[in-house]
């Protein structure tokens, strides 16, 4: 993966007064990518466009430098990511162009000539790119299906400005930096924005699927794709044909995110997805996979046994590393620079460390398990979905809702009587048939981080509601699916693409230019799995059925039978204990607090006391508070005040003539 950056910019300038004008900014923004793409970085100006490019070289090495042009039109490409299946599409387009590299980049080009922008459709890759089109005068921009490369924009005076993270607006001076109140107030329930919103004020994000065309002064987007999860389930399918089925495709996915010119590792969690894919890897690579695993010293979230027991099972060349809470902190400040958005768990600041060990032992890409929930209804989510609809058929009961006891035997809750998880899980209960009825606890819950919001900002966001911003998102015809796909739908639409893919997927492995490959987010395993009937992707409360079935030939029962294991990581030590680093004293401060103005100074104060107190345990409302408070002060410090992008970084980029 790759940093992509550009702008249009006046036609008929010559070319001395477009470097002159423009050539700076342009390489300011590029450089402020470098991270994104260490091995080059390399700006072009073009009659009404500039294109900027920090190269992360995976595929050709030696030929695939950007921004590539094609000689014959002048159609211009900036690209960030991977076309898994560009060898197939090649051979297709080899007679209709003549190829120069061996490149995927070059691969989008030829397409582009051929079939227009429809060419997308053709795509099996993760991608966000910038399409420049001198004959029409268009410039395109394009994201892939599911959302798991960024792509931000913003509007100019000149038309519109462009780049993989909301850094090289800023660094390109087309925006002052400045929080969007009601992006913040989203994140803080929502956990990530509605696109097009971010948490920067004029900074928008294109959404996953979606295609932007700049023409005539013009910008508009659309989707292209959007996973259909309505559709009718495919009559008299049998297990043994679906599960075969599902192999077949999985394996194919795995088998295209190993292509590469450099080695392809694997994160390994200890969970099913990461140790289903690092055995399929294994097999594939004939025995040179190299896995890599985060463990804490906290018991509560270390999964090392499980981890170690794969590693051995499969020969693989394991790496891990030890986290606690002490460096939890110390990393919070790096991972706010990365994400560039507001977080309410810790769970990034592992993986940021963990692609730092990945980059320390020469590795580039790593494949990684993120999708298999979302599509195969693997989430307590979803179970807790099914377990409130039966409720909600007789909301008096009080023997419907004890099932979530054995969802959820770990949460305090569990243990002390029915009144409790009541309380909890039944918002929504007269409802269940609402667009919103499967994640209204959830956005209760966090909800309640708004109560620590100042008075002030409280105001600037009053008119934003966030849930009914994400369910006015829904397409219409969303509203009219069964109960766990609009649930599937929902998360994919949130948590998926706003934070996983996002904040803890992305950023965290591009902070350390590492790629990540993602083989349950293939499209054509995503539209299987929307056809399968449901009992084989949740039986009663049994989930990912039919997933399991399959990983059986690769996966020990130990790892196929052990309870679902969420991914989290210890956060109220890591900034109230007595290990916190010096920075979480000023930044958790009542008179910080006070100068931000995001939050409540004298809440604050009172919420740290009480988490800072001796032996006092933090509930989950608690610490998603805490991270919110922290992790907006930091990108208030970090973000809206950036330093300048180092004059050294500047100088790296090479400006191309046309």
């Known amino acids: 993966m790759c940093g992509i950056a550009g702008f249009t910019l006046p036609f008929g300038l ?39 490019h920090a190269r992360l070289s995976i595929v050709d090495i030696a030929g695939g430098a950007q921004p590539m042009r094609d000689p014959a039109t002048g159609v211009t490409i900036v690209f960030n990511g991977e076309i898994f299946n560009y060898l197939e599409l090649r051979e297709q387009l080899g007679s209709g162009y003549r190829f120069r590299t061996r490149s995927d980049t070059e691969v989008i080009l030829a397409s582009y000539l051929q079939r227009g922008i429809d060419c997308l459709l053709d795509f099996i890759g993760q991608f966000a790119f910038a399409l420049y089109d001198p004959r029409n005068r268009t410039l395109w921009l394009a994201r892939d299906r599911v959302g798991i490369l960024p792509l931000h924009y913003t509007e100019t005076e000149d038309g519109i400005a462009f780049a993989s993270e909301a850094r090289s607006l800023f660094a390109g001076e087309w925006r002052t930096p400045a929080l969007d109140a009601r992006g913040v107030k989203q994140t803080l329930q929502l956990w990530s924005p509605v696109a097009p919103r971010t948490a920067f004020e004029g900074v928008s994000q294109l959404a996953p699927g979606s295609v932007g065309r700049w023409s005539s002064g013009r910008f508009e987007s659309w989707r292209y794709w959007d996973a259909d999860l309505g559709v009718e389930p495919r009559a008299g399918l049998q297990a043994a044909r679906a599960e075969e089925e599902l192999g077949a495709l999985l394996e194919d996915a795995v088998r295209l995110r190993l292509r590469a010119d450099v080695p392809v590792a694997a994160y390994l969690s200890g969970g099913l997805d990461s140790s289903l894919l690092s055995a399929i890897a294994q097999s594939q690579l004939g025995g ?110 009080r023997m419907r809702p004890a099932l979530l006891r054995r969802l959820y035997p770990y949460l305090p809750m569990s243990q002390q009587g029915h009144e409790l998880l009541q309380q909890f899980f039944a918002v929504g209960l007269d409802d269940p048939q609402g667009a919103g009825f499967s994640h209204l606890p959830r956005w209760t819950a966090s909800g309640r981080i708004l109560r620590f919001l100042s008075s002030g900002f409280a105001e600037q966001a009053a008119g934003e509601d966030p849930v009914a911003s994400v369910l006015a998102s829904l397409p219409p015809r969303v509203r009219g699916w069964k109960p766990l796909a609009r649930a599937q739908y929902l998360e994919m ?35 299987f799995a929307a056809a399968l009937p449901e009992r084989l992707k949740l039986r009663g409360l049994a989930e990912k059925w039919i997933l399991k079935r399959y990983a059986a030939r690769w996966v020990p029962e130990a790892i196929l039978g052990r309870p679902k294991y969420p ?15 010096a920075w979480t004293r000023e930044v958790l401060s009542r008179e910080v607090a006070v100068k931000v103005g995001v939050f409540d100074g004298m809440k604050v104060e009172k919420l740290v006391a009480k988490l800072s107190a001796r032996g006092a345990a933090a509930s989950e409302a608690d610490s998603q508070a805490l991270t919110a408070i922290a992790t907006t002060q930091l990108l208030v410090e970090q973000i809206l005040s950036p330093p300048p992008v180092p004059q050294r970084d500047v100088d790296l980029v090479r400006l191309e003539a046309a």
């Open 14 to 52: 010559a070319a001395e007064e477009r470097r002159a004008r423009f050539g700076g900014r342009l390489r300011r923004m590029a450089a402020s990518l470098r991270h994104r793409g260490p091995d080059a970085q390399t700006g072009l100006l073009l009659d009404g466009v500039a294109l900027g």
């Open 567 to 581: 991914y989290r990581a210890p956060i109220a030590p890591a900034l109230t204990g007595p290990e916190a680093p």
């Open 493 to 527: 639409q949130t948590l998926l693409a706003g934070y996983l893919l996002g904040a803890q997927g992305d950023r965290m492995l591009m902070g350390n230019s590492v790629e990540g490959r993602f083989p349950f987010l293939d499209h054509r395993l995503i539209e």
């Open 288 to 397: 040179t996979l190299a896995t890599f695993s985060v463990g804490f010293d906290d018991r509560n979230f270390d999964e090392r046994a499980f981890q170690g027991e794969m590693a051995g099972r499969l020969a693989t060349r394991h790496h891990s590393v030890l986290i606690g809470s002490r460096e939890i902190g110390e990393l919070l400040p790096a991972v706010v620079r990365h994400a560039e958005q507001i977080l309410v768990r810790a769970a990034p600041a592992p993986l940021l460390r963990l692609s730092a060990l990945v980059r320390a032992c020469e590795t580039k890409v790593v494949l990684t398990g993120e999708g298999s929930d979302e599509i195969f209804l693997g989430y307590d989510l979803y179970r807790e979905t099914r377990v409130r609809q039966f409720w909600a058929r007789r909301p008096g009961s």
